[in-house]
């Protein structure tokens, strides 16, 4: 049995880092919870649309640690152009997401068509940017829609923009179905997915009546479950951490009324990879851990490790538990599986 692990530069392809001061208290987590590379989210409020809020948005983050690598995006909106996509380019950002709109937070001003932005995704395709899709569409009586099948009724259109846009770069978003599984295997190399540390834990039982469980997409089936960690055992190379850690204040997780939902997220990034190698242990996975975590997403990004670049060392331990709460000043986020055993732990070299 493996008591100790080096992981080459991880990268978390998929991270919430919030704004302002609760993004200042965020952001060094990312490297205790033992990254080196965090991919962006851009839907703050407002969302970062364009190339100069996504620059002064690193700069903020830079400005909480500047030891991370901060790969930004921008939100799919009608104000991205053709123009603008090769303007941030040039300046270095990644990717734009897009968000079908009111399915998750801060995705009110989300997408209903995509054809409307075929000329956007043809400048990306040009520009070689990638599109990170939220794989899911709204809720919908009619059509007997929920947040229980918004995703396999998603997969038409990836199946659709990947035919359209071949080489294009596509990431399917945090994966949570056998469907979407599947889908992405069956499509070409430009087409890669995201899987999350808390949807290989979770499935509908956790989350519901459990509100810091409630996240977009939600857990599903533990058929569904299955099929991410067997993708992970595979290896199969299109598939990669994205830990889609999402940092709400505890009030807005720990309460609802008739009028107003608990906040949908999960806040896994100060455990990360400790979290990762827990639960690939509880599956015999733990060998396909740096290729999850760092080789399979830096190779779909085309951003390898740096000549040097430190490893992070884990080691199994006994009797250690997440913490309850992590606070500084007025700030404070509860962790995924607070107060629950964890087998493995970062250490110094």
Not at 24 to 50: E, W
Not at 182 to 195: F, N
Not at 218 to 242: C, N, S, T, W
Not at 332 to 339: K, Q
Request: with cysteine.
């Amino acid at each position: 049995m493996t008591d100790s692990l080096a992981v080459a530069a991880p990268a978390d392809f998929h991270v919430h880092l919030r704004q302002g001061a609760f993004a200042a208290f965020l952001a060094p987590y990312v490297r205790k919870g033992g990254f080196r590379l965090a991919y962006v989210m851009p839907n703050l409020r407002p969302p970062i649309s364009n190339t100069e809020e996504a620059l002064l948005y690193r700069a903020q983050l830079q400005a909480a640690d500047p030891t991370i690598d901060y790969l930004m995006t921008l939100y799919l909106s009608p104000e991205l152009t053709p123009d603008e996509v090769r303007k941030a380019k040039s300046a270095g950002v990644v990717g734009v997401k897009s968000y079908p709109r009111g399915v998750t937070t801060n995705s009110d001003g989300g997408i209903e068509s995509y054809e409307a932005y075929y000329t956007v995704f043809e400048a990306m395709e040009q520009e070689d940017m990638v599109l990170n899709l939220h794989g899911e569409v709204p809720s919908d009586a009619s059509t007997n829609t929920c947040v229980l099948n918004a995703e396999p009724a998603f997969l038409p259109h990836l199946r659709k923009l990947h035919a359209r846009f071949p080489r294009l770069r596509i990431v399917l978003e945090h994966a949570t179905t056998r469907a979407a599984v599947e889908c992405v295997k069956s499509l070409g190399d430009t087409v890669a997915c995201t899987i999350t540390a808390h949807h290989l834990a979770l499935t509908v039982d956790d989350w519901a009546g459990q509100s810091w469980h409630f996240c977009k997409p939600v857990a599903k089936y533990p058929d569904d479950r299955q099929a991410l960690r067997d993708v992970i055992k595979e290896g199969h190379p299109r598939f990669f951490l994205g830990s889609d850690s999402a940092p709400h204040s505890p009030h807005t997780k720990s309460t609802a009324s008739p009028l107003h939902a608990c906040a949908a997220g999960v806040y896994t990034s100060a455990v990360l990879l400790p979290l990762v190698a827990h639960l690939l242990d509880s599956f015999g996975a733990l060998d396909r851990l740096e290729s999850f975590v760092s080789i399979n997403g830096r190779a779909f990004y085309r951003v390898p490790v740096a000549p040097g670049e430190d490893k992070v060392f884990i080691r199994r331990t006994s009797g250690k538990l997440i913490e309850e709460q992590l606070v500084q000043g007025e700030q404070s986020v509860v962790p995924f599986w607070a107060g629950n055993p964890i087998g493995w732990e970062i250490v110094d070299s």
